[in-house]
């Protein structure tokens, strides 16, 4: 049989860098041979043999209804009749914004845009327009889109000014963010202590999910909003993966629940409330968000940004995921997964950690839960690519790399978990 997936990605790398356009897709952490995507139903997708895989990713995170949900696909093909784009303004980018206002108390407005990077780069121009500040804070691990001042991360130990961590990126664009160790909060302190009236904002993942799944501990999230408080910065939360993902509230609801009267000042959202299509936002309470043309001076803009159909898909997948009992059973489906492939390699003897949160979870190869980005890359990487491949051959597609979350969407069944979970034990005896 002609391997079409080898055959697309020799075709692919004569045209496109890498054959890829986001380079996780290469599978340049694992090695082998990246499965082209020819369909998608439910929990599954086919790859271009016409392989069948329980899908794990689901887009990264978007496709939390699953692939192909009837209510979301008739939305869509129902506002592709109705235009593609326009440039000005329509119903449904009210209703969105609406939406999104209702299911979060910390956001009064929103601007919708095209992507996490876009919405996670236009929120740091915003913050520092209406503070007059220019440092930003971000942690090391904490993945926030790709834009220049985003893209730093730091070595250990104590907090330093950031080098670039991609070429073409000059020091001097980077001058101003300060990366820190997640979870860690004397460094969080002594940072405040030291600049804390040059800080424009501070941006966290409250949930990691692009250093596999960690989460913000308590007391320092606590410490986090009471600094920003004390100085005058605004809390950012990068919510773009765990945004309607992780609860309806998103993860800034989980946090509330835990710290009395908690809220970020500025939230970023992408991928669920597009429901696979391009659609992200930031939003703020209305004295920040009014900081922004054309009503201030804090330039913002974009061809695309509300896009009729994007903005159909995503409406519709917000609205499914409020009916009743919708987060119970994805978090309920999550944990299957999760207990079960605990103890699958609890009986290989294979040490294992994982953590979940709604329909977000993230596994270790490690006795226990790392708490920042240092402990999650002691990983024993061969080991993790050897259960990767060894899931994939038997049908099941997690997140190609140790470092990235993984998402359940409400169309796994029992029975997809069950044959996941079966797989794993047989892979787990051969580790
Ligand atoms: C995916 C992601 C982004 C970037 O979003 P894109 O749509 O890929 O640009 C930003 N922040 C977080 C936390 C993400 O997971």
Redesign the pocket.
């Known amino acids: 049989m002609t391997d079409r997936n080898h055959a697309l990605f020799e075709r692919a790398k004569q045209r496109i860098p890498g054959g890829v356009n986001?380079p996780v897709r290469a599978f340049k952490a694992v090695g082998g041979t990246p499965r082209f995507v020819q369909r998608a139903q439910g929990a599954y997708f086919w790859d271009a043999n016409d392989q069948r895989y329980i899908d794990y990713i689901g887009s990264?995170?978007p496709m939390i209804l699953g692939h192909g949900h009837p209510a979301v696909l008739e939305a869509v093909q129902k506002a592709a009749l109705d235009g593609f784009s326009f440039g000005a303004p329509t119903e449904r980018e009210v209703e969105l914004a609406e939406e999104i206002v209702k299911l979060v108390p910390s956001i009064d407005m929103v601007r919708l845009v095209?992507?996490?990077?876009?919405?996670?780069m236009s929120a740091i121009r915003l913050a520092r327009g209406a503070t007059g500040r220019k440092k930003i804070i971000k942690f090391e691990g904490?993945?926030?889109?790709?834009a220049d001042a985003l893209l730093v991360k730091a070595g250990s130990g104590l907090a330093t000014f950031g080098n670039p961590t991609s070429a073409g990126v000059p020091p001097e664009v980077v001058q101003h963010t300060l990366v820190l160790e997640y979870n860690n909060v004397e460094q969080l302190e002594a940072a405040f202590a030291e600049q804390g009236d040059d800080i424009a904002c501070l941006m966290i993942?409250p949930i990691?999910?692009?250093m596999n799944f960690v989460r913000a501990s308590v007391p320092f999230m606590k410490r986090c909003r009471e600094l920003c408080t004390q100085y005058g910065a605004l809390l950012a939360f990068?919510?773009?993966?765990?945004g309607f993902r992780v609860a309806l509230g998103c993860a800034q609801s989980v946090y509330a629940q835990l710290i009395p009267g908690f809220e970020p000042d500025m939230t970023?959202m992408?991928?669920v409330i597009?429901g696979g299509m391009?659609l992200?936002a930031f939003g703020a309470k209305r004295a920040v968000m009014e900081q922004l043309a054309p009503l201030g001076a804090v330039y913002q803009a974009g061809t695309l940004s509300g896009n009729p159909v994007a903005t159909a898909c995503g409406l519709t997948t917000l609205k499914e995921i409020q009916k009743p009992g919708f987060f119970e059973a994805l978090s309920a489906r999550t944990q299957q997964l999760t207990a079960g492939l605990q103890n699958a390699a609890d009986a290989a003897g294979v040490p294992f950690a994982t953590d979940s949160q709604g329909g977000m979870f993230g596994f270790f190869l490690m006795d226990t839960l790392p708490q920042n980005y240092a402990t999650v890359m002691t990983t024993d990487g061969p080991r993790f690519n050897r259960f990767f491949h060894g899931m994939l051959d038997r049908g099941v597609y997690f997140a190609p790399a140790l470092y990235e979350?993984g998402f359940v969407s409400a169309a796994h069944s029992e029975a997809d978990v069950e044959a996941t979970v079966a797989a794993a034990r047989e892979v787990f005896a051969t580790l």
């Not at 990068?238 to 765990?242: G, I, K, L, N, S």
């Open positions: 986001s990264w995170g095209s992507s996490g990077t876009e919405a996670g904490c993945y926030h889109g790709h993942e990691a999910g692009n990068d919510e773009v993966m765990t970023v992408g991928k597009g391009p992200a979350a």
